[in-house]
């Protein structure tokens, strides 16, 4: 169900106890905590995005959450040094 992300975090966390080096479940479970604004959850889940190396688009879409999360937290800084790195701002 669209939006329902507790629902969604439980499924994963069930994926992730059978496999946990699944990365496109641990990439939901970050995209379900980024939605539900719990960035400090955020920022461990994605304190190695090396990770993610194998999948490009997923690495960069959570690299920019991690951004996001930075900037909510207000690490400005670090976010905008992620951002630059990742070549989304000038």
Known sequence: QTGSYDSAIRAVKSLLALDPKDA???GLLIVCESARENYAKVLALTEDLDEFAGNVQQQQALTYLRALALQKTD???EARALMERMGGLK
Do not use: G, L, S
């Open 24 to 26: 496109w479940a641990k």
């Open 75 to 77: 690490r400005h800084p």
